[in-house]
T-cell receptor, first 116, second 118 residues
């Protein structure tokens, strides 16, 4: 069964600095990988996804994520953090094969604090 | 701008009462998911439907929770009787699952129902 891990409960970054939110996954075969963001009192919003193709995926709000098959990682990155990026970030994985489990599995979430 | 809608947004009730939460998925989407979010457990999948058929409800306490899709535009999650430990934010999400090809399912979340059981 697939799983996803976000090793950091919280990440603090100064405004203007680059940020990284880590995610590792476990799935048989090539995974579908997602990042979602949750702002206070809101539902989760889709940021980006990796299905196939380029390992560097670009998404909303200037975020990008790099798929690394050898390290089974899909870290979320942004070159220059904004205070408005402060939110809860979820990594998610899904088995791509039709005959297997088609649920998306979410990580526990990482709270990102951007310090002014 | 298509969105998933959920009602009510907030619900406060007393232990033992029935609670019904409603979700309207994005028109044309064929999968619907119910999640519960708490500080302690994070985001938990309770149930999901594909083409209105329940596929997995293993995450739900069977004795008190039930989920249905009376039609393609309405999903419901019911708790009867409710208990204080059910207090959480309940999210509905919908997506489009394409059969016969590589499947990809970006889920679109509703704003959630914040449930407080006293």
């Amino acid at each position: 069964a697939q799983s996803v891990a976000q090793p950091e409960d919280q990440v603090n970054v100064a405004e203007g600095n680059p940020l990284t939110v880590k995610c590792t996954y476990s799935v048989s075969g090539n995974p579908y990988l997602f990042w979602y963001v949750q702002y206070p009192n809101r539902g989760l919003q889709f940021l980006l996804k990796y299905i196939t193709g380029d390992n560097l995926v670009k998404g909303s709000y200037g975020f990008e994520a790099e798929f690394n098959k050898s390290q089974t990682s899909f870290h979320l990155k942004k070159p220059s953090a904004l205070v408005s990026d402060s939110a809860l970030y979820f990594c998610a994985v899904r088995d791509p094969y039709w005959n297997r489990d088609d649920k998306i599995i979410f990580g526990k979430g990482t709270r990102l604090h951007i310090l002014p | 701008d298509a969105r998933v809608t959920q009602t009510p947004r907030h619900k406060v009730t007393e232990m033992g009462q029935e609670v019904t939460m409603r979700c309207q998925p994005i028109l044309g989407h064929n999968t619907v998911f119910w999640y519960r979010q708490t500080m302690m457990q994070g985001l938990e999948l309770l149930a999901y439907f594909r083409n209105r058929a329940p596929l997995d409800d293993s995450g739900m306490p069977k004795d008190r929770f039930s989920a249905e899709m009376p039609d393609a535009t309405l999903a419901t999650l019911k708790i009867q009787p409710s208990e204080p430990r059910d207090s959480a934010v309940y999210f509905c999400a919908s997506g489009l699952l394409l059969a016969g090809v590589l499947k990809e399912d970006t889920q679109y979340f509703g704003p959630g129902t914040r449930l407080t059981v006293l």
